[in-house]
């Protein structure tokens, strides 16, 4: 074949140059591959594929540029460094936290000068370093700026001397005259601060100390002093009873010293392949009390029920002494059958049984001293020479108080720590008789109430400012002293009755003072009073040894007071209980208690109405339903929540809310119901009759934190009974053997991780937590956790790092019911339609936080690896690298991470976008407030995930001292907040690499159980089986 | 040459010849807008800047604008993601999948379907990028060098191969779209009077003279992302599903995801084609390009996918209750009967039962109700979504936890504003690109072409033995 050449036209034949200049266009242009290479590149216009290069080159450049540079903050180093302080590192003094009969023994962290967490002081016998929320939250009060911050007259500021010179003109005056001074106080734990009152008293003449105790125990005062001549209370030991019945009093939350008995109480509780018994504990109970939640077995009756089933349980215990019973105790026959169980088992444990009673009737309370008596408890699980000095109001004082008051008989009031206008159910009458009263002074810390209705308004300090004693326990004394300087221009109460006695010493020297005559000569170690209080400062507490107790003889009149109770009563009754964080409202403004949800309703932010399920049934009514409650002549609109194990015709609702005047994140907060407190006789009575309910047709959102009430019969509780685990100690626990054998399957490489020297693991005992929240609390303080308010608890955005999920079980056909039904179209709320016994609850709670997965499913699924595994088996978050995308949260099969929805701190990047200023947020964001912040852990900002840590910067504290003393951590040397807070010991925590340590023998032990542990995480927490003595009960 | 068989139904109708093709589809850019026009596209403009607004509103406040929470902590935002790009699969499909099947009925519809494609990626990408916490650190997902120590991403995380994955995606896509209107915005350039249309196609059609070598790298090029978009078709939204599949959650831990989420993809989005051609074929007097053909095969495609997905839903709950896994139990059983349980049988309505009705031939050539039946299974796969991201995350393992979501008015709204967004950019496309490939149609006009069709048809039998000779010389 010819090479033939094909044109397709003249121009291409011809090769015209408009042609080829159009052909050529058509070729891509050569690159200019010598041009780059020649020297003066750099002056050659840019070639096209240069372009990207350039591109590329900037936008990185740029990028790395911007991502770098964060605004530096300025801090100023002390220009002259004071003793001791040593920036970076945290002092710790041994202090006093009592307030009323609020009661620990603590040691204050402060660092640079400021107090900033709460911890147990493990020298006291009486706490031996269990803390409560109560404590643990105090501190943020220290920063509280609802306290008044100078001395006032009226409304308007007044100098300390000119308020001196005026009050003593005033009190002399009324001392010439003879007219009375009165002073209102809550329980003085303080023996100094007695005297002083004593001395006060004496100084001026005609006058008298009342004590007003919202939440009183008159009762018991009262039948003491019938039964044994004592007007103590004693002190009660939870530890020695093997029988423990309680008729509604809440010991481990609320009744007298809480602390102290959940310490006793939980010492007996916890088992082992040892001692493998526990104390037997009954419970009859209207409402469900934090101590009933932990029964092995709770009975429901109603509050008038009460005084029926103590008079049928002295009957009962009578009988087996071969005493003559009284009349009444007709009790239902379910809390006859239980009482019977109670009684004989008690009866069998002569010696070492226990009856408790939290009503305030002293008839009842006289008739409970009569079975303790017959069962031997006195001088074994009670004693009067131990007594305790909680609670010492008596209610007669307070009333014949507010008579002298109203008939103008008092000349002065002197307040200190007591609010009678919100906490006395006619607080409106204490009001009108204030102001007949000439000259009335409020040492109280805030505008409350009572204050803003006072002559003058003196402020006292806040406890971490003052010097202070306690004697909670006869002969068990504490100290309390400053760990800051006064942020306000405020004065210890004490400084201000010594400048009115014309005293030229203050408080600090008229402790010492009084230590020094009084309590020192008790003690033969110290040969001088300085170095005696040198120590005693240091280590917090002096105590006497503990008395030998001695028997005490009954002389009460049990027939006078079994004929003298009141019979039950028909119809649906209200009790009021004392809420287990709040307290009796003192604390109204700490966002933290108001953040700490209820223990049983998990409710934040309000008091509710806990109405019997089978009621609210029949009435239509759900959660969140608006009712008017009616008794005690008293009508108030309250919602509801549907609480299961109530008796079926009693209402319970809480005190501690309901404030006017206490600042701006209780303000208005929840309902006041002390009106519905009565005066019966000389006491007052928490409960109420002829009680009618109305639904006012109003919805209330209520803030819970936990909506759904069972476990589901998953495998996240284990439990069984002391009898089960006395036969084989892998009760409740069978799965694991299933799950030991499962989990090395696998497809994935194994061993990943090494840990080549330490291994942090934690076990959380269920037999022991109590649930009381105060872990809670210190996990708050210690982390920066930050409080979000109600609304946004509504909203599910609450940030606890560590919660305390709270499981009910129902009363089944053979086995107990643990699931709900699933037609649940409703959303939230419980369902729980195959109950048939409302009243037959068992509760278990269950502390849940980040479990430290070795196989963490938030690690692999986050883009940007901010959540990783450190050698040390902890999971971390890295907050600066986090982005927000929350795959780590919806991942976490425990549903323990938490995301910063707004910038709850200010530590946003963002200037002004504070969402929601209202409540807690706003008044945590304070710069005063602020100051409570550990500077060891990072505030967080709005958008990034956070959770559990296991407190890694104690961790690495506690690892820093050990290689500048250059030697090996020791076992519990690290601990985590959570762990020290715990007052019920439950926590364990440690080196799980060292095989000796108490983490990693709770390891081995056969009740240890993990969480979800099908799941294949391997999660570092392991919870104890829990164990329930609950067999026979009736 | 190859010829079609005059039994198979034209694809184009009426007396068509190139240049009617092209005056067809040029009228709707170089007319004025109408005034339906201009009140549409306001309203949409308007619905696209409010839901930019919220956006900005999320930034400025946090995600605690929205109704998540400690328990679920995905729910309109990655629900609206997933459908988002769902919807865009339909593009893909048709320009990758169809061209190597050579289904020549695409060529009406694949224009738009990939203009959609590119659009509903964008309203997807709002999503993640805008879900996150701390959204000005995004580039902390992107493997670039750096100073802290360097620090990659987590290759692990699904959530990195979503960034790689939608982004090759998009770019892909959108190089595949563009490609393919060149000569068509050559043909406008060449045609347009005014001096700023001149300019601007001129540059939008990259100085096209549709040159012989420029039909050459042209059709390579095509052909070159054809190839690239096809695996594209099948592992984006593999991935996608990966964010479930990867997971310990119940009701997400699943090996069925990636064959279920490309089938749900594909359904949702030819029902969103057929919901855009069903109006711009009306609005635009296309019927003669859009024809009832076009129609019924998508409707074919939507029956097959719509069964696939219905399949992997039975098989779920078999697998659900065969595992005798507790937590899967529960949480289908959940599904069914709990608090959303209005979703689950809406998404069960939508997407498994309707669809079945297009084996009926007459319902799948109604146009009415091919449009209501293209509504309502966006609807179910919209709920397809919710349901497994919102009912799986809101009741897991640990009962305590549970939780409730609904979405606030910031969701709705950028929700909405997505909607906007996507119906703006579609209609400022429309006015201003051929929503039909002029080029491409033009291709198949001498064999599937009605006019042409039948004068085929007329010649061979006519002329018997010619059409025996046309073949004996087809190479």
């Not at chain 1, 540029?65 to 003094?93: D, F």
């Amino acid at each position: 074949m010819e090479n033939k050449t094909y044109w397709k036209g003249l121009a291409e034949l011809e090769e015209t140059p408009e042609f080829v200049h159009e052909r050529d266009k058509e070729f891509s242009q050569e690159l200019p591959i010598e041009e780059i290479f020649n020297s003066n590149f750099v002056q050659k216009p840019r070639a096209r594929r240069d372009f990207l290069k350039m591109l590329g080159f900037s936008v990185t450049a740029a990028t790395v540029a911007a991502s770098c540079k964060i605004p530096v903050r300025q801090a100023i180093p002390y220009v002259i460094k004071p003793e001791e302080i040593v920036p970076g590192l945290a002092n710790y003094y041994a202090s006093t936290y009592s307030d009323g009969s609020d009661y620990c023994s603590i040691l204050v962290k402060t660092r640079d000068g400021r107090p900033i967490k709460i911890e147990g002081n493990s020298n006291s016998s009486v706490t031996r370093g269990g803390t409560s929320a109560r404590a643990q939250a105090s501190i943020l009060s220290l920063y509280d700026k609802a306290r008044t911050a100078f001395p006032k007259k009226g409304d308007q500021p007044v100098e300390w001397t000119a308020a001196d010179t005026d009050i003593k003109t005033q009190l002399g005056a009324i001392k010439t005259k003879g007219g009375n001074i009165r002073i209102l106080s809550s329980t003085i734990l303080s023996p100094s601060t007695k005297n002083l009152i004593a001395e006060f008293g004496a100084y001026y003449g005609n006058t008298k100390h009342v004590v007003f105790e919202p939440m009183s125990n008159a009762g018991i005062l009262s039948a003491n002093e019938k039964s044994f001549g004592k007007r103590t209370i004693p002190g009660y030991s939870f530890d020695k009873a093997k029988v423990i019945v309680s008729f509604g009093a809440d010991f481990l939350g609320t009744w007298i010293s809480p602390i102290e008995f959940t310490k006793q109480y939980v010492s007996n509780r916890k088992v082992s392949k040892e001692k493998a018994t526990m104390s037997r504990h009954y419970q009859f109970e209207s409402h469900v009390s934090l101590t009933g939640s932990n029964a092995d077995k709770r009975i429901a009756i109603k509050p008038s029920e009460q005084s029926e089933a103590v008079i049928a349980l002295y009957n009962m215990i009578a009988g087996f002494a071969g005493k003559s019973g009284v009349t009444g105790g007709k009790v239902s026959d379910k809390a006859n059958k239980s009482l019977n169980k109670a009684a004989e088992e008690m009866w069998a444990n002569k010696g070492a049984s226990l009856v408790v009673c939290g009503s305030n009737d002293a008839n009842c309370q006289t008739i409970v001293n009569a079975i303790n008596d017959v069962l031997g408890s006195y001088g074994s699980t009670i004693d009067f020479d131990n007594s305790l000095n909680f609670s010492q109001g008596f209610d007669k004082d307070f009333s014949d108080l507010v008579s002298e008051m109203e008939a103008g008989s008092v000349d002065a009031l002197i307040i200190y720590n007591s609010n009678p206008v919100y906490s006395f159910s006619n607080g409106k009458k204490f009001g009108e008789a204030i102001k007949k009263v000439g000259l009335s002074v409020s040492f109280n810390d805030r505008k409350d109430e009572t204050t803003s209705l006072t002559t003058y308004h003196l402020p006292d300090h806040h406890y971490l400012e003052s010097w202070n004693d306690a004697e909670p326990k006869a002969g068990k004394y504490s100290l309390s002293q400053p760990a800051i300087n006064p942020i306000f221009n405020t004065r210890q109460a004490q400084d201000s009755l010594l400048k009115w006695m014309d005293s030229t010493i203050d408080y600090n020297n008229y402790l010492k003072n009084n230590w020094e005559k009084n309590i020192y000569p008790t003690q033969t170690l110290f040969s001088g009073f300085q170095s005696f209080w040198d120590d005693k400062i240091r280590f917090g507490v002096y105590e006497k040894a503990t008395v030998t107790p001695s028997a005490t003889s009954f002389s009460g009149d049990v027939n006078a007071a079994a004929s003298a109770s009141a019979p039950m009563s028909a119809g649906m009754e209200l009790m009021v209980y004392e809420s287990v964080s709040l307290g009796n409202g003192k604390y109204a403004n700490n966002p933290w208690l108001l953040e700490n949800p209820d223990p049983i309703t998990k409710v934040v932010w309000d008091n509710v109405l806990m109405v019997p399920v089978p009621y609210a049934k029949e009435n239509n009514l759900v959660d969140g339903d608006m009712v008017e409650v009616n008794a005690n002549g008293v009508t108030m609109e309250l919602p509801i929540v549907l609480q299961p194990g109530m008796a079926n015709n009693t209402f319970a609702t809480s005190v501690g809310l309901g404030r006017e005047k206490v600042g701006r994140a209780g303000d208005g907060v929840g309902k006041n119901v002390y009106p519905f407190v009565s005066m019966i006789g000389d006491t007052m009575s928490y409960s109420n009759s002829k009680v009618t309910v109305k639904p006012t047709g109003n919805k209330y959102e209520l803030a819970i934190t936990q909506t759904h009430g069972t476990f589901e019969g998953r495998n996240v509780i284990q439990q069984t009974t002391l009898s089960e685990y006395q036969k084989n100690p892998k009760a409740g626990n069978e799965s694991i053997e299933e799950y030991e054998h499962n989990n090395p399957i696998t497809l994935y490489p194994q061993d990943i991780h090494q840990y080549n020297g330490l291994r942090w693991g934690m076990n959380i005992d269920l037999n022991s937590c109590i649930g009381c929240g105060a872990c809670q609390v210190a996990c708050s303080t210690e982390n920066n956790v930050p409080v979000v308010g109600k609304d946004e608890v509504r909203r599910v955005h609450e940030m606890h790092w560590i919660r305390i999920d709270r499981y009910y079980s129902f009363a089944g056909e053979k086995e107990r019911v643990t699931q709900e039904s699933h037609s649940n179209a409703t959303g939230l709320g419980n369902q729980y339609d195959n109950v048939k016994d409302w009243e037959d609850i068992e509760v278990v709670h269950q502390p849940m936080l980040c479990q430290h997965c070795e196989n963490a499913p938030c690690e692999n699924v986050c883009p940007v690896a901010a959540t990783n595994h450190s050698s040390e088996g902890l999971n971390q978050m890295t907050y600066n690298r986090c982005i927000g995308t929350r795959y780590c949260a919806n991942n976490c099969p425990y549903k323990v991470r938490r995301f910063n929805w707004f910038d709850y701190t200010t530590a946003d990047s963002f200037p002004w976008n504070t969402y929601d200023k209202s409540q807690g947020v706003a008044m945590m964001i304070d710069d005063l407030t602020r100051m409570v912040l550990n500077p060891d852990v990072t505030v967080r900002s709005r958008g990034v995930i956070e959770k559990c840590s296991f407190c890694v910067q104690k961790l690495q504290d506690a690892k820093l001292n050990a290689k500048k003393q250059d030697r090996p951590l020791m076992d519990g040397e690290a601990r985590t907040a959570c762990q020290s807070a715990c007052p019920a010991d439950a926590i364990v925590f440690g080196d799980v690499n060292n095989k000796e340590t108490a983490v990693s023998k709770t390891r081995e032990d056969e009740r240890n159980y993990y969480v979800l542990a099908d799941l294949h995480v391997k999660p570092s927490i392991g919870y104890m089986v829990k164990v329930r003595n609950n067999e026979n009960m009736a | 040459m190859h010829a079609e068989s005059v039994v198979r139904a034209p694809l184009i109708y009426g007396d068509k010849n190139y240049h009617q093709i092209t005056e067809d589809l040029c009228r709707p850019i170089e007319g004025k807008p109408t005034r339906l026009y201009l009140i549409t596209i306001t309203i949409t403009a308007c619905l696209m800047s409010w839901g930019l607004f919220m956006i900005g509103w999320t930034v400025w406040f946090g995600i605690g604008t929205w109704g998540l929470n400690r328990t679920v902590d995905w729910g309109w935002d990655i629900t609206n993601f997933v459908w988002w790009i769902g919807i865009g699969h339909a593009g893909t499909l048709i320009s990758a999948i169809l061209l190597l099947f050579r289904q020549k009925w695409r060529m009406a519809i694949n224009r738009s379907a990939e203009a959609m494609t590119i659009f509903a990626v964008i309203c997807a990408g709002l999503f993640p990028i805008f879900h996150m916490g701390r959204v000005w650190l995004i580039f902390f997902n992107l493997p670039y060098p750096n100073s802290r120590g360097p620090l990659w991403p987590n290759f692990n995380s699904p959530l990195l191969w979503d960034v790689f994955a939608i982004s090759t995606y998009f770019t892909v896509s959108l190089l595949f779209w563009y490609t393919g209107l060149i000569p068509d915005l050559a043909t406008v350039r060449d045609r347009a009077k005014k001096k700023f249309s001149k300019f601007a196609y001129g540059v939008l059609s990259f100085g096209w003279t549709g040159s012989a070598k420029h039909w050459q790298r042209h059709e390579a090029l095509s052909l070159v992302l054809a190839g690239i978009s096809t695996p594209l078709v099948l592992s984006v939204h593999t991935i996608v599903s990966f964010d479930f599949a990867t997971s310990v959650i119940p009701g997400w831990h699943t090996t069925i995801f990636p064959p279920y989420f490309v089938a749900g993809a594909i359904f949702s989005g030819f029902a969103m084609v057929l919901t855009l051609m069903l109006v711009a074929r009306k609005v635009m007097n296309l019927q003669e390009y859009i024809t009832l053909e076009h129609i019924e095969s998508m409707n074919k495609i939507i029956v097959l996918t719509g069964s696939i997905v219905g399949s992997a839903y039975i098989t779920e709950l078999f697998v659900a209750w065969y595992s005798g896994n507790i937590y899967e139990q529960y949480a289908f059983a959940n599904r069914a009967l709990g608090p959303y349980w209005w979703a689950y049988w809406g998404m069960m309505t939508c997407n498994v039962i309707s669809p079945q009705l297009f084996w009926v031939r007459p319902l799948r050539r109604n146009v009415w109700f091919t449009f209501f039946m293209s509504i309502i299974i966006n609807c179910g796969m919209w709920f397809e979504r919710f349901v497994i991201i919102v009912t799986s995350i809101h009741r897991d393992y640990i009962p305590s936890a549970w939780s409730y979501y609904a979405p606030t008015y910031v969701e709705i709204s950028i929700f909405a504003g997505t909607v906007g967004l996507f119906l703006t950019a579609f209609m400022l496309f429309a006015k201003t690109m051929p929503v039909i490939a002029m080029a491409e149609t033009k291709h198949i006009l001498r064999i599937s072409g009605d006019t042409q069709k039948k004068a085929a048809a007329a010649h061979s039998h006519s002329h018997e033995g010619s059409a025996m000779s046309f073949q004996v010389h087809k190479p």
